[in-house]
T-cell receptor, first 114, second 115 residues
Framework: DAGVTQSPTHLIKTRGQQVTLRCSPKSGHDTVSWYQQALGQGPQFIFQ???????QRGNFPDRFSGHQFPNYSSELNVNALLLGDSALYLC?????????????FGPGTRLTVT | AQKITQTQPGMFVQEKEAVTLDCTYDTSDPSYGLFWYKQPSSGEMIFLIY??????QNATEGRYSLNFQKARKSANLVISASQLGDSAMYFCAMRGFQGAQKLVFGQGTRLTINP
């Protein structure tokens, strides 16, 4: 049983470019949340997707957008990249949006913006 | 708003000793959940243990236990008989049961186990 998977593992982009990160949830999970973890910090919540809709959003600008597909996989898009967007982006999946202690994280995508 | 505070940036412990990682929290939610995650250098957040605010007993999972003191708003992680493989970043997190269902994380504690 595969856990949460993310691609790519690493990514280097230039300021002003756009990037798309991908996440496949754990089998049986239908809710995906995205987090940004800057170096030396704890993860910060970006948004959550359930039933192909954004259900909640953290304090991130509109440059951050996402999508969830019918198979529950999800994408995170960041437009007009800034140097400050350099971080580890973590995807977490859970069985439904209602509170559950089952929230499993993927290995993350490390984004470097130069 | 919810807030997690981890006051120990780094901890150094001898192998086989027990270690306590501190976590205090603040929330106005009447019910909530508290989590501990381990993050090795590979980056993946590994779930360790969960404590619900209305659970009567402290949670335990193998060598991990959560020392939950609700009145003090603390949720310390205790690792018994530490192993070299326990060296990693450890994050305390919480989630309210109302409103936003997101996890709020602390700044983390880097634990180093010495042989």
């Amino acid at each position: 049983d595969a856990g949460v998977t993310q691609s790519p593992t690493h990514l280097i982009k230039t300021r002003g470019q756009q990037v798309t990160l991908r996440c496949s949830p754990k089998s049986g999970h239908d809710t995906v949340s995205w987090y940004q973890q800057a170096l030396g910090q704890g993860p910060q919540f970006i948004f959550q997707y359930y039933e192909e809709e954004e259900r909640q959003r953290g304090n991130f600008p509109d440059r951050f957008s996402g999508h969830q597909f019918p198979n529950y996989s999800s994408e995170l898009n960041v437009n007009a990249l800034l140097l400050g967007d350099s971080a580890l982006y973590l995807c977490a999946s859970s069985p439904g949006p209602i509170v559950s202690y089952e929230q499993y994280f993927g290995p993350g995508t490390r984004l470097t913006v130069t | 708003a919810q807030k997690i505070t981890q006051t120990q940036p780094g901890m150094f412990v001898q192998e086989k000793e027990a270690v306590t990682l501190d976590c205090t929290y603040d929330t106005s939610d009447p019910s909530y959940g508290l989590f501990w995650y381990k993050q090795p250098s590979s980056g993946e957040m590994i779930f360790l243990i969960y404590q619900g605010s209305y659970d009567q007993q402290n949670a335990t999972e193998g060598r991990y236990s959560l020392n939950f003191q609700k009145a003090r708003k603390s949720a310390n992680l205790v690792i018994s008989a530490s192993q070299l493989g326990d060296s990693a970043m450890y994050f305390c997190a919480m989630r309210g049961f109302q409103g936003a269902q997101k996890l709020v994380f602390g700044q983390g504690t880097r634990l180093t186990i010495n042989p």
